[in-house]
């Protein structure tokens, strides 16, 4: 690795730590207040989808702590705390699994199919608790994660044989359940396509589907980021330059996939959210009632 503490230690370098811990902060603040909104309000708590996604922010919340340490660690000169740099491993772990559960949530709610709601809430209590498993192997005295001197990405230490092997299941489990959630997706735009073909005389434009199935369009968008991001990562790594510079775009790219882009994609698509988490934008001739299908009415 060529990078060198005068690098770090640049102003750019410097500036690009203070910007990302900041960014962490403030859309920390942005999950809380979409939390809070979501929680407060009975349209949204008692629907599936709204609770899956209330949880999917607390675990990019939860990621929070480690990217404002990892930035303030160049500029301020210390070590990350281990425990904040594990969860986010971890909390990755969870986020993909109720990924998952959101997606067969809206295969569900789009097909009709019937099964109790109640598999959403053990599906999703079983991925909380992978993610415990794996926190609590992190943490063990088998396996370290850590941040290297002078360096923004998150490394594992080979030294400690557990690491490697965490490191590869947790590899085969990412790209397991992008294929699963992958799966998930074309039945759903299987059943989507007949049903269209069914009533073929009455097609819905595209606006009218935007509105009406909103939280179906954000979670695919978000499906193709994170498998994007995935594969890149996970198979293009090898064609990256070794420098500083290819640490700050990779460590920023996983931040604007894990941590910035729900909140933003969510508030883009859902109007009723948008105006219920920004009062000041909702106008006074406008009410919006929330629909089963996580969209939107006027």
């Not at 819905?204 to 994170?226: E, G, H, T, Y």
């Not at 775009?249 to 508030?267: C, E, G, T």
């Amino acid at each position: 690795m060529n990078t060198t503490m005068s690098d770090i230690n640049s102003a750019p370098f410097q500036l690009f730590g203070v910007f990302y811990s900041m960014t962490a902060l403030t859309f920390f603040l942005l999950h809380a207040r979409i939390i809070w909104v979501l929680y407060t309000r009975d349209a949204y708590r008692k629907q599936d989808c709204y609770r899956l996604l209330m949880q999917i922010s607390i675990t990019e919340m939860l990621m929070c702590p480690g990217y404002i340490l990892i930035g303030l660690s160049g500029p301020c000169g210390f070590y990350p705390w281990p425990v904040a740099i594990n969860a986010i491993v971890s909390s990755n772990r969870v986020e993909i699994f109720l990924s998952f559960v959101l997606a067969i949530n809206r295969l569900k709610v789009m097909a009709g199919f019937r099964y109790s709601d109640r598999l959403h809430m053990i599906l999703a209590a079983f991925g909380w608790l992978t993610g415990l498993a794996h926190f609590t192997l992190l943490a063990s005295p088998c396996c370290r994660l850590h941040i290297l001197p002078n360096h923004y990405k998150i490394s594992i230490d080979e030294a400690f044989p557990g690491t490697i092997l965490m490191a590869a299941i947790g590899s085969s489990y990412v790209l397991a359940m992008n294929g699963v959630i992958l799966t998930v997706y074309v039945v759903l735009f299987g059943y989507m396509f007949r049903l269209r073909l069914t009533f073929v005389l009455n097609k819905p434009s595209l606006f009218s589907m935007w509105k009406q199935n909103s939280i179906l369009v954000f979670a695919i968008i978000r499906f193709m980021s994170d498998s994007s991001y995935t594969a890149v990562y996970q198979f293009g790594v090898a064609f990256f330059p070794v420098s500083l510079l290819a640490e700050v775009v990779a460590m920023f790219s996983h931040q604007l996939d894990k941590l910035i882009l729900m909140p933003v994609l969510l508030l883009a698509v859902s109007k009723s959210i948008r105006n219920d988490v920004f009062r000041f934008l909702e106008s006074e001739q406008t009410t919006s009632q929330i629909t089963p299908t996580g969209g939107y009415v006027h």
